[in-house]
């Protein structure tokens, strides 16, 4: 019989890049929405940056802002497969999607005044709890980690969905993570255990937090 191998997998996990300017001010959570100039030559850094890193897996979101790095990260790769994790997908804002944050402090401003002191974490109506972003995301996490014992798997995704991890790697609520902060095309590396039969997951370990693409390349 052969051994499970338990070796942690190493987990890049990416920030997507600048969001298109008429984007930004905009409550978009979920809603697939492009990159900007800038985004893009992030996503170029974070491609350059991974080009000697062997990945087992090239995950994202399948939003076009994490697919477009994604896309870069698998050319010059042979038989690299687009692989889609719905699980990643950014915070649904559910009726706030697509709203201007100017016409939620104008029309809202109880609510307008609820988003600025949680600093983006307030759950808007018709949408997504940070619980339950977490609740979503995590078992994501941990079945690339388990189906890559021991390899790197890269995933592009988006800022609510990177704090999600980190906090789970430090044992932190889901209400401190706006604390947590990484900049558009950002890179954070976690060593995420593989889930055992019968036992209690492993605790994943924060390696680097806050690892910007440009001029960093990663063994």
């Known amino acids: 019989m052969t051994p499970i191998d338990s070796t942690p997998t190493r987990i890049l996990l990416a920030r997507h890049g600048e969001v298109d300017e008429v984007h930004r001010g905009t409550i978009y959570g979920a809603l697939d929405v492009p990159l900007s100039g800038t985004g893009i030559l992030q996503s170029e850094a974070l491609a350059k940056a991974l080009q000697d890193t062997h990945l087992d897996a090239i ?34 804002r559910g009726h706030w999607a697509g709203m201007r944050i100017d016409t939620l402090k104008s029309e809202r401003p109880d609510d307008f005044r609820r988003w600025t002191e949680s600093r983006g974490a307030l759950q808007a109506p018709g949408g997504e709890s940070l619980g339950a972003l977490r609740r979503r995301t995590l078992p994501g996490f941990q079945a690339w980690a388990d189906a890559h014992p021991g ?56 390696v680097q937090l806050g690892v910007a693409a440009m001029g960093r390349v990663l063994g």
């Open 59 to 92: 995950v994202s979101s399948g939003l076009q802002r994490a697919e477009t790095a994604a896309a870069l990260v698998r050319n010059g790769r042979p038989g690299a497969a687009r692989r889609d994790e719905p699980r990643f997908r950014e915070l649904d």
């Open 151 to 206: 390899g790197t798997v890269l995933i592009v995704a988006h800022l609510w969905v990177v704090r999600s991890a980190v906090c789970e790697a430090l044992q932190i609520p889901m209400d401190r993570s706006p604390g947590v902060g990484l900049p558009p095309g950002g890179l954070v590396e976690l060593s995420w255990p593989r889930s055992e039969p019968g036992e209690p997951n492993g605790r994943p370990e924060l």
